[in-house]
């Protein structure tokens, strides 16, 4: 982690964003904290295809709150399917701006954890990197009845 040193990380730690190194690559972790902070800073960006980087995680962690901050609105749609089985959709976006799902999961899966994949973030992930969203209890519990969760970083 060449580009981040320990103050970096314990910015970014209370954004929302925690950072783990193993023998395999990185590992972002993230809460609807941590996803409002890199979408906001994505968005005044005003750049298509950003890649997540340490660099941009760097950034990120200087990254204060302007007047063009929006809130992060987090909510899980449900799908009964053909088997009767309840898929979830887990859909993100910030206050103003259209709805995007990036991530489905299938009925025996838990909706407090998901790993991002390539083809379904709001930013392109490099190779050696996976980004994993994780949700409290209480928020589980909010989405699966319905709720949205409201996170202003």
């Known amino acids: 982690m060449k580009a981040l040193n320990e103050n970096h990380i314990e910015k970014l730690s209370r954004k929302g964003i925690g950072i783990k190194e193993d023998s395999i690559g990185l590992t972002i972790e ?46 899980i749609t449900s799908i009964e399917a053909y088997d009767n089985s309840i898929y979830y959709s887990h859909v993100f976006y910030l206050n103003g701006t259209p709805p995007k799902m990036f991530f489905s999961c299938d009925p025996v899966k838990n909706i407090n954890h998901f790993t991002f994949f390539h083809e379904n973030t709001p930013f392109k992930i490099r190779n050696d990197l996976q980004i994993d969203m994780y949700f409290s209890k209480q928020e589980s519990m909010k989405l699966k009845q319905g709720d949205l969760i409201i996170e202003n970083g």
């Open 30 to 75: 993230l809460n609807p904290k941590g996803m409002a902070w890199i979408l906001n800073f994505i968005s005044e960006l005003k750049h298509r295809n950003i890649s997540l980087t340490l660099t941009l995680l760097k950034e990120i962690s200087a990254y204060q709150k302007s007047k063009k901050w929006k809130e992060l609105r987090c909510k």
